[in-house]
């Protein structure tokens, strides 16, 4: 198999941990961060730089970009220095951001017309998954170009999985967040109620994780809202970015999503007080502040 040319755009909490993982999978990777000191200790590793997108899309096969938002995702391709400026005709684009599964399609169709494709290739496991290579991948475009990315896929997720045509893997992942907050909202009911009852929060974590409740939110989060350690594995930030894009594609579709518009109004309690920053499990601070 011919190794192609791999780059790789956004080093945030998801991406250093990505690009980690393709490093000690042995790809050499080029790659491109708007703050260009997050690229040293990976060229410290051996990987190489480029000026911009476009850059970086001229000396590349396929391209990994893993950054916030819609607007970020659009600026990287199809901004000034983007990479549809350098993009070669058969290079991939995999995009791991999650963004709006119309915006992606409108991208795709611009890279299609440049004779390159696309995977919109969305990622679960907040940033330990990301550091382990245990990363979800939900993803949609062609079959071919999803075996064409696998090897390089599989250095950093642990389930690859095609779900359908382009848009089809944002589509899953807004799936993904809704039964991410859902549990969040439930995880966090059920330890203020612990709590309340005089229950010691370790101990009943260790009765019912591994129960009919166990889920990885509350094996993962769940000590940390114990240790009312609020470190972000995923900030509330990009928590509501998320969630704006559900109740969007869900009004379009006319889809109820009571659960998830209950915690976006919850959550937005929180980035009121200025704790947008913090970790999603302290969704249980809203809660808290309800409790008095």
């Not at 916030?68 to 990479?83: F, H, K, R, Y």
């Not at 330890?191 to 309340?196: G, K, P, S, T």
Request: net charge negative; glycine share 12%.
């Amino acid at each position: 198999m011919t190794t192609e040319t791999i780059g790789f755009i956004g080093l945030g909490i998801m991406g250093r941990g990505m690009v980690a993982n393709l490093q000690k999978a042995g790809f050499a990777v080029r790659l491109w961060n708007r703050t260009a000191e997050r690229t040293t200790p990976f060229v410290a590793q051996g990987a190489t730089t480029a000026a911009s997108p476009a850059d970086l899309a001229t000396q590349c096969d396929i391209i990994f970009i893993c950054v916030s938002d819609t607007p970020d995702v659009q600026a990287v391709i199809l901004g000034e220095n983007g990479v549809l400026e350098g993009i070669r005709p058969g290079a991939l684009v995999v995009d791991h951001s999650t963004i709006s599964p119309q915006a992606t399609k409108e991208m795709a169709a611009e890279l299609a017309a440049k004779g390159a494709h696309m995977l919109d290739a969305p990622i679960s496991g907040g940033s330990e998954g990301a550091a382990k290579g245990t990363l979800s991948i939900m993803i949609g475009g062609a079959a071919e170009q999803v075996e064409r990315a696998r090897p390089y896929l599989e250095a950093m997720g642990k389930t690859i999985t095609h779900v359908g045509e382009q848009g089809a893997g944002q589509a899953a992942k807004l799936v993904n967040q809704i039964l991410v907050v859902g549990t969040m909202l439930s995880m966090s009911e059920a330890l203020l109620f612990a709590r309340a009852a005089g229950l010691d929060l370790e101990k009943t974590l260790a009765a019912v994780s591994s129960g009919a409740a166990g889920s990885w939110t509350l094996s993962n989060r769940g000590p940390q809202v114990a240790q009312r350690d609020w470190r972000p594995g995923f900030t509330i930030d990009l928590q509501q970015k998320d969630l704006r894009l559900v109740l969007q594609a869900a009004d379009q579709m006319g889809v109820p999503a009571l659960g998830t518009s209950l915690v976006f109004q919850l959550y937005r309690t929180l980035q009121a007080q200025g704790l947008g920053g913090e970790g999603n499990h302290a969704l249980i601070k809203a809660l808290e502040k309800l409790a008095g």
